[in-house]
């Protein structure tokens, strides 16, 4: 049993080494507007949507909570948070499955916003020779 869990571990570690060294070099690709290019998007808007569609919840407490007081917020905030964060969730499996298949027409995203924190992972990053016409945080 100890070799399995050993096995395991290895496995694991070389897929998200594999994962990496692709993320690191689809940097230009992703940048550009091919179709391959189009298709690593839909694969890390998928990974960035699993692993972040519970955030949800937080995020549509604080803002109902800033629409009404602050238990009612609470509660209607979280109902709607754990339904949109089901949905992001979904949506990031559904993306990472079919991220070969220009499903829906021209690899859109099927949720908008496209990712939770539109202002952090919504936007390209400019090349460096590019450039800013304002800055990216504030």
């Known amino acids: 049993m100890r070799t399995g869990k050993r096995a395991l571990v290895m496995w694991t570690g070389a897929l998200l080494l594999t994962l990496l060294v692709a993320s690191a ?7 550009s507007k091919s179709e391959a290019a189009s298709m690593m998007h839909k694969f890390g808007r998928g990974i960035v949507n699993v692993l972040t ?16 007081e602050p238990f009612t917020g609470f509660v209607m905030g979280a109902v709607q948070g754990v339904g949109w964060g089901v949905g992001r969730t979904a949506t990031g499996f559904y993306d990472i499955v079919t991220f070969p298949l220009p ?3 021209g690899y859109k995203p ?6 939770i924190l539109p202002d952090l992972w919504g936007k390209d990053l ?11 945080y504030k």
């Open 25 to 31: 070099g689809a940097d230009d690709l992703t940048r």
């Open 53 to 68: 569609g519970w955030i949800e919840i937080p995020k549509n407490i604080a803002v109902e909570w800033k629409k009404t």
């Open 103 to 105: 499903i829906p027409e």
């Open 110 to 115: 099927l949720m908008e916003p496209e990712f």
């Open 126 to 136: 400019p090349y460096f020779d590019e450039p800013i016409e304002k800055p990216l």
